[in-house]
């Protein structure tokens, strides 16, 4: 036998390298951005919204994952919350989670949205509900 044949797919996209990480730490606020999208992972380092949340919150981790080969649609935004974890979701391609509690942010992002929608309007949404 090979190991091939042990082999499964990551369909839930667990394992995908974020090469692009930046991180930022003063004093007990850090802020860490990683994404496999170099466009995603420089636009919410320069993000105002991600920084007034890392001011406020003590910190903030963020992932993000630009998914390539995702399912796209052009359905309508969706948030749900249950005090701790908030979640949007836009069409079968796009879920962003936010967990309060330990302030990581986690985004699927599919590969129609730009990169200026998601920072001006989905993480806004997520995080200022």
Excluded: Q
Excluded at 33 to 50: P, Q, T, Y
């Amino acid at each position: 036998m090979t190991d091939e044949l042990w082999w499964h797919p990551d369909l839930l996209r667990r394992f995908v390298p974020t090469p692009y990480v930046f991180s930022e730490f003063d004093g007990s606020n850090r802020f860490m951005v990683k994404s496999n999208d170099l466009e995603i992972a420089l636009g919410v380092r320069h993000s105002d919204i991600i920084h007034r949340e890392n001011n406020r919150a003590g910190g903030l981790v963020c992932k993000f994952i630009r998914d390539m080969t995702g399912p796209m649609d052009d359905s309508e935004m969706t948030i749900v919350s249950n005090g701790v974890l908030r979640v949007l979701s836009m069409g079968r391609g796009t879920i962003l989670i936010y967990d309060s509690e330990r302030s990581e942010l986690l985004g699927f992002v599919a590969r129609k949205v730009p990169v200026h929608e998601l920072l001006s309007s989905l993480i806004p949404a997520l995080l200022e509900g």
